[in-house]
């Protein structure tokens, strides 16, 4: 997709030359004599059209308007919450017709939020995939004009960061999509090596060999039932001297999950290949970073690997040594992504790192607990949550703080290892995080459970590339307190 700023105003808009022009209508706006708003004028006094949030109006041919179609949107208060539902709901009438090239704009003042809400509205709703199909499936629309009153510094600067975030979270949609036998860890690997073509990024791809030399035992014992080697994926960005502190990501690339001998019931176990999507989401992160080169240092690292039942598999009851040197006994060969993220977050010490985040498909309970709306936010640190919690409401990719009780780790107690890798049920998605927090004592540490928000199911079933935009605006609000 490809966006443009312009300055634009009501009456520019119209000599726009642009196959739909959408106008984004608040409470605040007052109308002028150009012909867009005498029609505003006019519809709303008809009482076809009023600037509530959602309120939409098409008209065709007007005299005076360039655009063949034009698209009046009701954006109430204006909030980015608005922005974002008004224009999603303009952008589905789009979807039959063969628009190629639109302009949305402001009648009225736009802030930098307002301004971000729409690119990313626009880009989330005409978003295509279609690597898989027979004939590659593009998307219509793929020239967006964004007109406001006047494309000041502010204004650029958040045009500029919206932008690549998209980027960002398409790059994570597309690996997070693709069947497992089109994402194998090899083809993530893959994947991150042609991210490190950009000047600042540098990757390394470790194979069984090298992680057994780490004592991964734990991750290794995941990947024991799957004929496809496992990958431990190293991606650096260098945007700040060498001496700063890094924040490291460390994303669940489990690219499909069986549940191992502890096997999942059939329905929709197809959706298990979105089990990466934490991986995915360190991907976009990094596809971002190599647009806009922020100034910090980050570090993203992936296991990668399937879960599988074999003759070779882990079965309940094994214990494992992890890199940590603490022993597991595996309870549920299910419960899988802490078994790779542990060893992943022992692997992250060497970087002393600042703080470290990492992002999972963890828990059922998860989903059970917050739904789709909010990912869950588990941090050591208030002042990390804090950031957290800002970045996703400014990203508007939503997180929710739970607690991290030691009472929680009780359940984890296991009489034949250090730990086990289950609790019972209650407080799952808790117990998950008190499990990692064992392998996170050297450092600031944060973690995103996104099973209920990395994907939607049923008939919009698909990669949401959440929370590309959450951790690209924490790492961006890291830059600019590190200004000060
Ligand atoms: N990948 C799943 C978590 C998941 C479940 C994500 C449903 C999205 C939707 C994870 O590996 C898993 O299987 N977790 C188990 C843990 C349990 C065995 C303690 C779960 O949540 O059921
Ligand atoms: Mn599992
Ligand atoms: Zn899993």
Known sequence: MNFELKTLSLASSAKTSTDTLIVLISEQFEAGKDPLSVLISKATQAKDFSNKTGKTLQAYGLAGVSAAKIILVGIGEGKPSDVKSGLTGAMATLKAAETSKAAVVFAGSVTSAQLHAAVLAVADSTYVYGTTHSKPKLRKLTQVTLGVQSANGALKEAFTSSVAMVEGIEFAKEWANRPANHATPTMLGKAAQ?????????????????????????????????????????????????????????????????????????????????????????????????????????????????????????????????????TIEILNTDAEGRLILCDALTYAERF????????????????????????????????????????GNDAMDLCWRLPLDEEYAESLKSNFADVGNVGGRPGGAITAAKFLHRFAQKYPWAHLDIAGTAWKGGGAKGATGRPVGLLLQYLLSQQASAKK
């Open 352 to 391: 002393k790192p600042k703080a470290v985040i990492d992002i999972a498909t963890l828990t059922g309970a998860c989903v059970i607990a917050l739904g789709a709306i909010r990912s869950g936010m588990f941090a050591t640190e208030d002042a990390l949550a804090d950031a957290l919690q800002k970045a």
């Open 194 to 326: 042609g991210l490190a073509k950009t000047a600042g990024i540098s990757c390394e791809v470790l194979g069984p060999k090298e992680v057994a030399k780490l004592g991964m035992g734990s991750f290794m014992s995941v990947a024991k039932g799957s004929a496809e080697p496992l990958r431990f994926i190293v991606l650096k960005y260098q945007g700040a001297a060498k001496t700063d502190a890094p924040v490291v990501l460390v994303g669940k690339g489990i690219t499909f999950d069986t549940g191992g001998i502890s096997l999942k019931p059939a329905p929709e176990m197809d959706e298990m290949k979105f089990d990466m999507g934490g991986a995915a989401s360190v991907l976009g992160v990094f596809k971002s970073l190599s647009l806009l080169k922020p100034k910090l240092n980050v570090v993203g690292l992936i296991p990668a690997c399937e879960n599988m039942p074999d003759g070779l598999a882990v079965k309940p009851g094994d214990v494992v040594t992890s890199m940590s040197g603490q």
